[in-house]
């Protein structure tokens, strides 16, 4: 059973998930304003980068007759209101002025310019600020936006498909393993990466398109490796790539996890079998995996054990 404060963040999450493809490079955030009888007055979420914040979308929601609610009111924000002047003026700055009394905060903002600045700014204004509501699931969302800030890199996330006996491949020819429904969901999670990276064996045995056309959306940046053009994440982190999913082959996988370059993993099986092929990559020891079964074919989920979702 959820607290009244979780309830209300839960709806924050809800509306933040809307700006997914247009908010990047800055954080999904939703807001929602309650008024002391419990309605929801206002609410809104970040649309896009540049444009209004979602304090300052739930603010203008606000209808004129409710406005003299706001000095009872609480605002529910699922991260820290920013507190420095980017492309918006500051949140928190808004809050304030807006006279409300409380507010209730999903996560902290890791990001140097904010990190709690926020925060101390609603509470030398006398407004009452609680953290840490639904914290795990307010951090969740944004864990790329998180790990690019804090480790100076993308977000990486590696994902293959095998057979049921553990070979990508057939005898080294590219094999469909995928199924209609799971090669959409593909191309859905390709749309919400900024690049994408295959080994070269792969680019030039599968010549793999890398794009978005079963799914709406930007088709990412396309990035081809080997040992003479190794992936650089300093080089990532300054094109601004906060997400980078990594499709193949099993060499660059393995590399990429045995120098601990890796935040998530998804792998699918399908029930067929090969007699030979290329051994799929070995996942890492001490990780966290769930499961989900879609029609015949089965995804795992594998996360750090300090971040698991």
Known sequence: MLTTDERYMARCLQLARNGAQEAKPNPMVGAVIVAA?????????????GEGHAEVNAFASVSAANEALLPQATIYV???????????????NLIVSKGVRRCVVGCIDTFAQVSGKGIEI????????????????????????????????????????????????????????????????VHQLRASVDAIVVGRVTDE???PRLDVR?????????????????????????QHIQTLLVEGGA?????????????????????????SGTPAPTLPPDALLTEQHLFDNRVIRVYRRNQAS
């Not at 309605?39 to 896009?48: M, Q």
Request: proline share 6%.
């Open 37 to 49: 009888d419990g309605r929801i007055i206002g609410e809104g979420y970040h649309v896009r980068c």
């Open 78 to 92: 699922s991260l820290e209101p920013c507190a420095h002047y980017g492309k918006t003026p500051p949140c928190a």
């Open 122 to 185: 609603l509470r030398k204004a006398g407004i009452e600020v609680t953290v840490g509501v639904l914290e795990k699931e307010c951090r969740e969302l944004n864990r790329h936006f998180f790990t690019y800030h804090s480790k100076q890199r993308p977000y990486i996330l590696l994902k293959w498909a095998q057979t049921a006996n553990g070979f990508i491949d057939d005898h080294g020819k590219p094999l469909a393993i995928s199924s209609p429904y799971t090669t959409m969901l």
């Open 205 to 207: 045995r599968e010549h």
């Open 214 to 238: 079963h799914w709406s959306g930007k088709s990412p940046k396309r990035i081809v490796v080997d040992h003479r053009h190794p992936l650089s994440m300093e080089s990532l982190y300054h």
């Open 251 to 275: 060499i660059t996988h393995q590399r990429l996890m045995a120098q601990g370059l890796w935040d998530e993993i998804r792998v699918e099986t399908a029930p067929i079998t090969v007699s």
